[in-house]
């Protein structure tokens, strides 16, 4: 049996990052945007996602300066490009297609923006993270190792 988004969510919560439930890829807190700058309390993370087990687990980026730059491309030449035009990648997901890589900055003065193929995911968005299952394709977010991103 799959594990519950509680059994996924609360390590993540104890390792001290903040985790939202979602139905699909939609945050169900109207709120959530204050949890990319102040810590959750214990007793917020088990209402939701002990309820259903359908839902999606969401990062609110920005918390302790994550940042996510989202690649939305599969073509080789385009994705070796961009990933050796970015710094070494800390872990990175799969989704539809291309990837998301993850990094800590000092959370200063980044901006959240499309440029093209790449979108930069800062303070006040979220991104679902795995194993959440993709609205789309039905098919479960997916961990990638660095070593597996060299193209």
């Given amino acids: 049996m799959a594990p519950s988004p509680f059994e996924i969510a609360a390590p993540i919560w104890a390792s001290n990052w903040n985790v939202l439930a979602l139905v699909g890829k939609r945050p169900i807190e109207p709120n959530w945007p204050r949890w990319c700058k102040e ?13 259903q087990q359908s839902l999606n687990i969401g990062l609110p980026l920005g918390q302790n300066g994550l940042l996510a730059i989202e690649i939305d491309t599969d073509e080789p030449d385009q994705l070796k490009s961009i990933l ?19 990094y800590l900055t000092s959370g ?7 440029l093209g193929l790449v979108e930069i995911l800062s303070h006040g968005t979220q991104t679902v993270i795995p194993p959440s299952i993709h609205p ?10 660095p070593q597996a991103l060299e193209v």
Avoid: C, D, M
Wanted: net charge positive; glycine share 8%.
């Fill in 108 to 114: 200063h003065g980044i901006a959240t923006r499309r």
């Fill in 136 to 145: 789309a394709t039905g098919q479960p977010y997916v961990w990638v190792e």
């Fill in 39 to 51: 810590r959750q309390p214990s007793e917020y993370i088990n209402p939701y996602l002990n309820t």
């Fill in 84 to 102: 050796e035009a970015l710094p070494p990648i800390i872990v990175a997901k799969r989704g539809k297609r291309g990837l998301t890589a993850f």
